[in-house]
Each structure stands twice: as structure tokens, then as C-alpha cells.
């Protein structure tokens, strides 16, 4: 499993987990369609995807949903 926090916001701190046991793939957003709900107006609507490389173990982040980008990028910092 991967651990996601939040910085920024209304949701800021707020952590997650991505756990490919439940679902290998996510989306997140601003909007009830979204898997991960943030409630920050900078975010696009449907704003980056989640994926499980099973293969790789790892998962990948994909900024924007299907083929088109969110409109402020998808930041993030590893620790």
C-alpha cells in the first residue's frame, strides 16, 4: 500500500492510503465522480489518476484523466 497526504486546501492533512488489494486504480478530484475527493478549487475536477503496476509494484500518478491534462499539474513530494 501507498500512503497519499494532502497539502493544501479545506482537505489539508487529510492522509489516504491506495491499497492495490482494493482497487488499482484511483481518481482524484474535486468532484463526487472521483475516487479520492479533495475539496480544493485549484484542483481540476477530475484532476490526476492513480494506477498499480502490478509488475513494478509501484504505483504511477498520471496527471489529468484519459487524455487530457489538469489545468495546474499535479505536484508532489516524496519523503
Given at each position: 500500500?501507498?500512503?497519499?497526504?494532502v497539502?493544501g486546501?479545506?482537505?489539508?492533512?487529510?492522509?489516504?492510503?491506495l491499497?492495490?488489494k482494493?482497487?488499482?486504480?484511483?481518481?482524484?478530484?474535486?468532484?463526487?465522480e472521483?475516487?479520492?475527493?479533495v475539496?480544493?478549487?485549484?484542483?481540476?475536477?477530475k484532476h490526476?489518476?492513480?494506477?498499480?503496476?502490478?509488475?513494478?509494484?509501484?504505483?504511477m500518478i498520471?496527471?489529468?484523466?484519459?487524455?487530457?491534462?489538469?489545468?495546474?499539474?499535479?505536484?508532489?513530494?516524496?519523503?
Amino acid at each position: 500500500f501507498t500512503k497519499i497526504k494532502v497539502f493544501g486546501g479545506f482537505s489539508h492533512g487529510k492522509s489516504l492510503t491506495l491499497d492495490p488489494k482494493v482497487c488499482k486504480q484511483a481518481v482524484l478530484g474535486r468532484t463526487d465522480e472521483c475516487d479520492i475527493i479533495v475539496d480544493d478549487s485549484i484542483l481540476s475536477k477530475k484532476h490526476c489518476t492513480f494506477s498499480y503496476d502490478a509488475p513494478k509494484l509501484t504505483w504511477m500518478i498520471n496527471d489529468g484523466f484519459n487524455i487530457r491534462s489538469s489545468m495546474n499539474g499535479t505536484w508532489i513530494y516524496l519523503s
